[in-house]
């Protein structure tokens, strides 16, 4: 049986201190057990919530977190630990914030396009408009969209809205009504709040790295189909924003967070050599995502 904490470090520091329960002064802790611990619950003035056969949180007064190592029922005691927004600090922890900043860089995205090739934008949400209420976003295809209005000039499928047509939207008390893009995965959206996001939803709280940038998104799919989408949907949506860039004299830096863990892993199949040759062409960054296949070999 062992305590993860020392005497001394109990009473010193705010993150040793996350156990303690400041409205009824009792602390929580964490500990491993086998056998049954009413007995040690009674003697103690505790109250034990069981989470698995092996693991509970045990609430109690602070003297008597010692007494719980005289019990051969608890194999090993932790102290809890504070949790915080990850992504509230990503902006400042990948050292953005230093470039947005006024007295440095002083880069905001303004004069680029964001592109977000993913499952759609919420085209309504306050961090892609303007102070004004008017969009951000200069485009929209729904490759996925079977009607509604009319495909991209060079594409056969999908419908495009272009930022007027947003605009006209937005105006209405029912927006969706007039163009019906929902992003019901919300993948997009969030990706998109994460990489041009403005804050306004927060007052400023939850910013992206580029607030200022334009954006363009594209809703990756086949007409009248909701299932897994194919390389061949991102090689056109890849192709579209570099298009819409060029035509309005625009860098652009595309994002990619689908992905996929077939192919030959040596970046000579058709579909990676086809991204390589696009990033170099125009003034075009593209990021992938690392993705979420840590173990899937």
Same mark, same amino acid.
């Given at each position: 049986?062992?305590?993860?904490?020392?005497?001394?470090?109990?009473?010193?520091?705010?993150? *040793?201190?996350?156990?303690?329960?400041?409205?009824?002064?009792?602390?929580?802790?964490?500990?491993?057990?086998?056998?049954?611990?009413?007995?040690?619950?009674?003697?103690?003035?505790?109250?034990?919530?069981?989470?698995?056969?092996?693991?509970?949180?045990?609430?109690?007064?602070?003297?008597?977190?010692?007494?719980?190592?005289?019990?051969?029922?608890?194999?090993?005691?932790?102290?809890?630990?504070?949790?915080?927004?990850? *992504?509230?600090?990503?902006?400042?922890?990948?050292?953005?914030?230093? =470039?947005?900043?006024?007295?440095?860089?002083?880069?905001?995205?303004?004069?680029?396009?964001?592109?977000?090739?993913?499952?759609?934008?919420?085209?309504?949400?306050?961090?892609?408009?303007? +102070?004004?209420?008017?969009?951000?976003?200069?485009?929209?295809?729904?490759?996925?969209?079977a009607s509604g209005g009319e495909a991209p000039n060079g594409?056969?499928?999908? =419908?495009?809205?272009?930022?007027?047509?947003l605009n006209a939207a937005l105006k209405e008390i029912q927006?969706?009504?007039?163009?019906?893009?929902?992003?019901?995965?919300?993948?997009?959206?969030?990706? +998109?709040?994460?990489? +041009?996001?403005?804050?306004?939803?927060?007052?400023?709280?939850?910013?992206?790295?580029?607030?200022?940038?334009?954006?363009?998104?594209?809703?990756?799919?086949?007409?009248?189909?909701?299932?897994? =989408?194919?390389?061949?949907?991102?090689?056109?949506?890849?192709?579209?924003?570099?298009?819409?860039?060029?035509?309005?004299?625009?860098?652009?830096?595309?994002?990619?967070?689908?992905?996929?863990?077939?192919?030959?892993?040596?970046?000579?199949?058709?579909?990676?050599?086809?991204?390589?040759?696009?990033?170099?062409?125009?003034?075009?960054?593209?990021?992938?995502?690392?993705?979420?296949?840590?173990?899937?070999l």
């Amino acid at each position: 049986m062992s305590l993860s904490y020392t005497d001394d470090a109990l009473y010193d520091g705010t993150e *040793l201190r996350a156990g303690f329960n400041e409205a009824d002064g009792t602390w929580e802790v964490i500990v491993k057990y086998s056998g049954d611990l009413s007995r040690l619950t009674a003697d103690l003035g505790a109250r034990a919530e069981i989470l698995t056969e092996s693991l509970a949180i045990i609430t109690l007064d602070e003297g008597g977190i010692h007494a719980l190592n005289r019990y051969s029922e608890i194999e090993y005691i932790e102290m809890p630990k504070n949790l915080s927004f990850t *992504l509230q600090n990503a902006v400042g922890r990948s050292c953005i914030s230093v =470039v947005q900043s006024e007295l440095s860089f002083n880069l905001t995205g303004s004069g680029v396009i964001v592109a977000v090739i993913d499952s759609g934008i919420d085209y309504t949400h306050p961090d892609f408009r303007n +102070a004004d209420g008017t969009s951000r976003i200069l485009y929209i295809w729904d490759q996925s969209a079977a009607s509604g209005g009319e495909a991209p000039n060079g594409f056969n499928h999908g =419908v495009e809205y272009g930022n007027d047509a947003l605009n006209a939207a937005l105006k209405e008390i029912q927006p969706f009504s007039v163009i019906p893009e929902l992003d019901t995965i919300g993948h997009g959206t969030t990706v +998109a709040g994460v990489a +041009a996001g403005n804050g306004r939803a927060s007052r400023g709280t939850n910013m992206g790295a580029a607030p200022e940038a334009s954006i363009i998104a594209v809703r990756l799919g086949r007409t009248g189909e909701r299932s897994f =989408v194919r390389d061949t949907e991102l090689m056109r949506a890849v192709k579209y924003c570099i298009e819409k860039a060029m035509s309005l004299n625009m860098p652009i830096s595309i994002n990619i967070s689908y992905g996929t863990n077939n192919g030959s892993h040596d970046g000579k199949s058709l579909f990676e050599t086809y991204v390589d040759e696009m990033a170099r062409k125009w003034k075009t960054n593209i990021i992938v995502a690392a993705g979420n296949e840590a173990a899937g070999l």
